[in-house]
């Protein structure tokens, strides 16, 4: 399947970033949608029909698209519009999911995947802390499939020092992973990736290789 993402796509991209505001959002949200939010949704069906019959029947839709218009209530940065188009796959197809995500962003560079569980609350990082504590070998395992399919836990997200009520496990063969708050693997896309129609193929390789993250993080729930 050919998608219709072309440099204006990326134009658009850099467009925004430059002139975040309305009056030009609204003067180019007809080429947003038809060379940026369109083939981004088409993107998320084409990967649910590949996914389908997988280990990882993940879906996605215009539905699990985020808006371009951001929430500023909370925020300091007041800019209207987010610079790139996001969208998700869960086991859901809808946006609340607590059984891992897969993460989709263009933007001006290419953008990235992302894979996981990410910002969890503070039952769901006990849960998964414990399971780690309790079952290291099962999450050396999850390790080792992560490196042979290429990839790794990001570790952005991460506390300077051991939880509370993990001090005691500062030695444990697993103990620096407690300190993660989110449980995500993460790749990045170029440019070419989109303008080729590989993005798809991308995010298909990236789901199956996070087949034992993702049923390691479902079983601590359980």
Request: proline content about 3%.
């Amino acid at each position: 399947m050919e998608l219709n993402f072309t440099h204006r796509s990326f134009e658009l991209l850099e467009g925004l970033e430059a002139n975040n505001e309305k009056a030009w959002y609204t003067e180019h949200k007809n080429d947003f949608e038809t060379y940026l939010r369109t083939p981004f949704a088409m993107v998320l069906e084409w990967a649910t029909e590949c996914l389908e019959d997988t280990d990882v029947p993940f879906r996605g839709s215009a539905k699990t698209m985020f808006r371009q218009h951001r929430d500023v209530r909370f925020s300091k940065d007041k800019s209207p519009y987010s610079t790139f188009v996001g969208g998700l796959l869960t086991p859901s197809g809808t946006k609340a999911e607590k059984e891992g995500v897969l993460y989709v962003q263009l933007n001006s560079s290419g953008g990235l995947l992302a894979c996981g569980f990410y910002k969890f609350k503070a039952a769901e990082l006990g849960q998964i802390r414990d399971r780690i504590v309790e079952e290291p070998d099962e999450f050396s395992q999850v390790l080792q499939d992560l490196e042979d399919a290429g990839l790794s836990l990001d570790e952005e997200d991460k506390l300077s020092s051991m939880p509370r009520g993990y001090q005691d496990y500062k030695d444990h063969i697993h103990g620096d992973y407690l300190k993660l708050k989110s449980f995500i693997v993460q790749t990045p896309l170029s440019r070419q990736a989109w303008l080729a129609s590989e993005v798809v193929d991308r995010i298909v390789t990236l789901a199956n290789g996070c087949v034992s993250l993702l049923e390691f993080g479902r079983d601590s729930a359980e």
